[in-house]
């Protein structure tokens, strides 16, 4: 396997690199060294209207990572591409279930490399789609934005969803982790993790503070909290 053991327990921290500088990204991979993941968002340019890494620049990534990839695949045909970054040593491999052919052959192909598989889904696409094959995946991603660029406003009317898929998730007794993504901040961090997420993607929240470090420490007692309390 690629990751390391034990894996990092909830609440998690995955700071986006999208919000960090291309040109010094490995200065601001360094600053994110207590963090629990690098989130790491490949776009293609037809899956969403952007275009971002490629393998090559994700494999360079992996070599000066602190800490372990958490890659998230918004690209058309990730039955043929998505186990390449899993190869490329990425500890979590993320695809849209909107993109691929065959979801579960997919995970089943990612976790025989190595690496966690996990399925994504946009705020359009409903939760009860992924019920009966929960325990296919170690990470579900709902999206709390429309994919595609980064800084945009969180979405409060995914939240039902999210709870859905953790009350699902509790039911079958499944220890999938649940991952959100898009608009997580100070303010909006407590609310998916009263929902149940477990797992949170932050860009500008983390790389936009002046101490990057105590953003990361801030937001994860702020899930902390929350969790408790629900």
């Given at each position: 396997?690629?990751?390391?053991?034990p894996l990092p327990r909830a609440p998690r921290i995955n700071p986006s690199i999208l919000a960090a500088d291309f040109v010094n990204m490995q200065r601001d991979l360094a600053k994110i060294a207590t963090a629990d993941f690098a989130h790491v968002d490949v776009m293609d340019n037809h899956f969403v209207p952007n275009l971002t890494f490629g393998p090559q620049m994700v494999e360079?990534?992996?070599?000066?990572?602190?800490?372990?990839?958490?890659?998230?695949?918004?690209?058309?045909?990730?039955?043929?591409?998505?186990?390449?970054y899993a190869e490329l040593g990425a500890a979590s491999v993320t695809f849209?279930?909107?993109?691929?052919?065959?979801?579960?052959?997919?995970?089943?192909?990612?976790?025989?490399?190595?690496?966690?598989?996990?399925?994504?889904?946009?705020?359009?696409?409903?939760?009860?789609?992924?019920?009966?094959?929960?325990?296919?995946?170690?990470?579900?991603?709902?999206?709390?934005?429309e994919p595609g660029f980064g800084g945009q406003?969180?979405?409060?009317?995914?939240?039902?969803?999210?709870?859905?898929?953790?009350?699902?998730?509790?039911?079958?007794?499944?220890?999938v982790w649940l991952q959100v993504d898009g608009g997580i901040s100070d303010s909006t961090i407590e609310i998916a993790a009263a929902a149940g997420a477990d797992t949170f993607v932050a860009g500008?929240?983390?790389?936009?503070?002046?101490?990057?470090?105590?953003?990361?420490?801030?937001?994860?007692?702020?899930?902390?909290?929350?969790?408790?309390?629900?």
């Open positions: 396997m690629h990751l390391h053991n360079r990534i992996q070599a000066t990572s602190p800490v372990p990839l958490d890659v998230h695949l918004m690209i058309t045909d990730p039955d043929r591409w998505a186990p390449g849209h279930l909107e993109a691929a052919a065959d979801p579960v052959a997919l995970a089943r192909k990612l976790r025989a490399i190595g690496a966690r598989a996990g399925v994504a889904i946009k705020p359009g696409t409903a939760g009860e789609s992924l019920y009966d094959i929960i325990d296919e995946f170690d990470q579900i991603l709902v999206m709390t934005v406003g969180f979405m409060s009317e995914t939240m039902p969803k999210l709870r859905g898929l953790a009350d699902e998730a509790k039911r079958r007794g499944s220890d500008s929240a983390v790389y936009g503070a002046d101490d990057v470090e105590a953003a990361v420490m801030r937001l994860r007692d702020l899930a902390r909290a929350a969790s408790l309390e629900s």
